[in-house]
């Protein structure tokens, strides 16, 4: 019904990925596509799936427990996709939030996840907080 109004993508929140099937849409933003990038084509190519739908509300509440792009970036690090470091107002996520993180990537398997590396918990020393340009 939408893409007869040429809305083809639809998405903003992480709760709006199913109008992939609801309503029409051929597409998704996705913050954690940038994680999982296998796993968002899958679920938007790939048929209705409510199992990997459901897999995946875990990750994508962790990715919105702080204001975007903090979680996804503290998220990054851990993983040795970027370095480290936060340019304020935007900090790391706390050693609890990013111990969480760690249990996620487990829990869903490290090969679904972008980077090479082993994905790590990050002390709060570990970041580097860069306060001008």
Request: proline residues 5%.
């Amino acid at each position: 019904m939408y893409t007869d109004k040429g809305i083809v993508v639809w998405s903003v929140d992480r709760l709006s990925h199913t109008a992939r099937w609801d309503c029409g849409a051929v597409g998704v933003q996705s913050v954690a596509s940038n994680l999982v990038p296998g796993l968002i084509r899958e679920l938007m190519f790939g048929g209705k799936n409510p199992t990997l739908n459901s897999k995946l509300m875990t990750l994508f509440d962790w990715l919105f427990i702080e204001p975007s792009p903090i979680a996804l970036n503290t998220a990054l690090a851990q993983l040795g996709v970027i370095k480290p470091v936060f340019r304020l107002p935007y900090v790391p996520l706390t050693l609890e939030q990013g111990v969480g993180f760690v249990n996620l990537v487990k829990e869903m398997g490290r090969q679904h996840f972008v980077g090479e590396k082993d994905v790590q918990v990050l002390e709060d020393d570990d970041f580097i907080i860069v306060g001008r340009y």
